[in-house]
């Protein structure tokens, strides 16, 4: 979902009067009522059919306007074995990489930049369900994250965790990242804060209840090392 303002400003620059603007992924038909407020017809498609009502009353297709505009629905049905048929193309595409989703989409929002809410910040708020360890805690939505730059230490780990359990455990919490989103184990890496903007990772470092990974880069680690020196002191 997008507002109106940014598919018109695309259009406006790059589409005359009276061009085609190809929409491959429709949706609700934003793209498409920005191209016929412009005087601009447009083609749209959408594997979902539940859009199809959503797009015809954005787009108000029952009421005529004084442009005349046209509307025309279609639905394609698929005939055949598809995976035959792929199998008998010249060119098959084949991803070297085989990236898997790391994270459901659905259990975790990072935002857009673009929406109104975006002029004063806004943040997510989730709730703490379970400690797995010191580095490790599962949101009440089954997201698993970790605190980046933590490191747990044998012999205050079950201090480390009873810590957390006190602190954050049923406590509404929300996260920020960092360049690297995810560990080796496709685990979102992230910086804990409670509602109260205590920041979580810094406080588990200067309680001494754990130590510190510095074994990738991240935007805290010089602060991070700084403040497991002055304990350590």
């Known amino acids: 979902m997008f507002p109106e303002e940014l598919p018109h400003r695309l259009i406006k620059m790059f589409a005359f009067r009276g ?29 979902n059919p539940e859009f199809i009502e959503i797009a015809k009353q954005k787009l108000n297709t029952k009421q005529p306007d004084f442009m005349g505009t046209e509307y025309e629905f279609l639905h394609d049905t698929v005939k055949g074995d598809v995976a035959a048929a792929i199998e008998q193309l010249p060119y098959q595409f084949k991803d070297p ?13 990072f935002g857009s930049r673009i929406e109104k809410e975006s002029e004063a910040e806004r943040e997510e708020f989730f709730t703490v369900k379970e400690i797995l360890s010191p580095e490790k805690v599962r949101l009440s939505n089954g997201l698993t994250v970790k605190l980046i730059g933590i490191k747990s230490e044998p012999f205050t780990y ?52 754990v130590g510190i990974d ?20």
């Open 97 to 109: 990489h085989k990236l898997d989703k790391k994270t459901d989409p659905r259990k975790l929002n």
């Open 214 to 233: 510095g074994s990738y880069e991240y935007k805290q680690k010089v602060k991070f090392l700084e403040m497991g020196e002055m304990v350590q002191s």
């Open 158 to 209: 079950d201090k480390a965790v009873g810590y957390l359990t006190e602190k954050i455990k049923g406590k509404r919490i929300f996260l920020k990242y960092d360049k690297l989103k995810h560990d080796e184990e496709n685990v979102l890496l992230c910086y804990l804060y409670l509602e109260n903007k205590t920041f979580v990772n810094a406080h588990l470092i200067k309680s001494g209840l």
């Open 19 to 47: 061009d085609t603007v190809l929409d491959p992924f429709m949706g609700s038909g934003t793209t498409s009522l920005a191209a016929k407020n412009l005087g601009r017809n447009s083609v749209g498609y959408e594997i």
